[in-house]
């Protein structure tokens, strides 16, 4: 399986800073991921698709980029709704999450 | 109105075996690839396995392989996850996930899940 590393697994921010999350895969996946976002009870959605493509009706407050085996993930101005764990999915090859990264609000 | 409801889940000892189900509605279900998605207590998302549309192609992740069988029954709009010899890493929710389209891994949708335990 390939693996992916995603980086830090919890970071406290305040409102308005910039935040970033790294995903590494273990091998090269192209731009073969996406990332979600995951609020308590809710389903998992999709944000960012094929590493850089912001979904219909996301804020552009959020951004990714990379291919091969870096990826970035951007909240470029934390908002109190994004307090989430974020996820990077690859699919490439089968399917693998990263570990996750809950984000807080300090 | 997409709806994916999961039944089966129980508390079960260390190498028994359990049958998951999924009863989808609100979409045309024999056109989706379908997953399985696990989350333990404390732990991140993890991909458990997939089936295409017409049930031909089946892959799994490692920590399932030889152990767990996915099917589905388009008469019935129903997907399955059969799961045998299960050990306590299997403690988890387990989700059914609709993919939007075969191949790109994008989970539009979502069950609320049904949790399974091992325990001894």
């Known amino acids: 399986d390939i693996q992916m590393t995603q980086s830090p697994s919890s970071l406290s921010a305040s409102v308005g800073d910039r935040v970033t999350i790294t995903c590494q895969a273990s091998q090269d996946i192209r731009n073969y991921l996406n990332w979600y976002q995951v609020k308590p009870g809710k389903a998992p959605k999709v944000l960012i698709y094929d590493a850089s493509n912001l979904e219909t009706g996301v804020p552009s407050r959020f951004s990714g980029s990379g291919s091969g085996t870096d990826f970035t993930f951007t909240i470029s101005g934390l908002q109190p709704e994004d307090i989430a764990t974020y996820y990077c999915q690859q699919y490439d090859i089968l399917i693998t999450f990263g570990g996750g990264t809950k984000v807080e609000i300090k | 109105e997409v709806q994916l409801v999961e039944s089966g889940g129980v508390v079960l000892q260390p190498g028994g075996s359990l049958r998951l189900s999924c009863a989808a509605s609100?979409?045309?279900?024999?056109?989706?690839?379908m997953h399985w998605v696990r989350q333990g207590p404390g732990k991140g998302l993890q991909w458990v396995s997939l089936i295409s549309w017409n049930g031909a192609s089946t892959q799994y992740g490692d920590s399932v392989k030889g152990r767990f069988t996915i099917s589905r029954d388009n008469s019935k709009n129903s997907l399955y996850l059969e799961m045998n010899s299960v050990r306590a890493e299997d403690t988890a929710l387990y989700y059914c996930v609709k993919d939007k389209a075969g191949g790109t891994g994008y989970f539009d949708y979502w069950g609320q899940g049904t949790l399974v335990t091992v325990s001894s």
């Open positions: 609100g979409f045309t279900f024999d056109d989706y690839t």
